[in-house]
């Protein structure tokens, strides 16, 4: 499994093709108080049950708060034979909105 520091998706915003996507696996609640631009919301404890859907990406840039629940959502999507996931370690939206770098609410 492939890994990008949080602060590096700065790099990859605006440059993502129609087949990668940016999963926020927080909480509903923690997305609608701020997320990454175009980040999709699916809560750590439900990707495998999107599993069939997220194979069709290229590229499935993970992440979360800090970056604890996103190595849970990368590890189990991978369990599930998915090759196509960067897990983003090296902190979390915590330290992306620290950075005042661009959030959508």
């Known amino acids: ?4 520091a949080m602060l590096d998706m700065k790099n990859v915003l605006g440059k993502l093709a129609e087949d990668e996507i940016i999963l926020d696996v927080r909480g509903a609640d923690e997305f609608r108080d701020g ?4 980040a999709r919301n699916i ?3 439900q990707v495998a049950q999107h599993a ?5 990406f290229k590229a ?3 992440h979360c708060q800090a970056g604890r629940r996103a190595g849970m959502a990368a590890d189990a999507l991978a369990k599930l034979g ?3 996931i960067i897990c983003i370690s090296g902190g979390g939206m915590g330290d ?3 950075a005042g770098l661009p959030v959508e609410r």
Request: charged fraction near 20%.
């Open 35 to 38: 997320h990454l631009p175009g």
């Open 43 to 45: 809560p750590h404890d």
């Open 60 to 62: 499935i840039y993970i």
């Open 96 to 98: 992306w909105m620290a």
């Open 52 to 56: 069939v859907e997220l194979k069709k």
């Open 82 to 84: 998915l090759s196509n």
């Open 1 to 4: 499994m492939k890994t990008i």
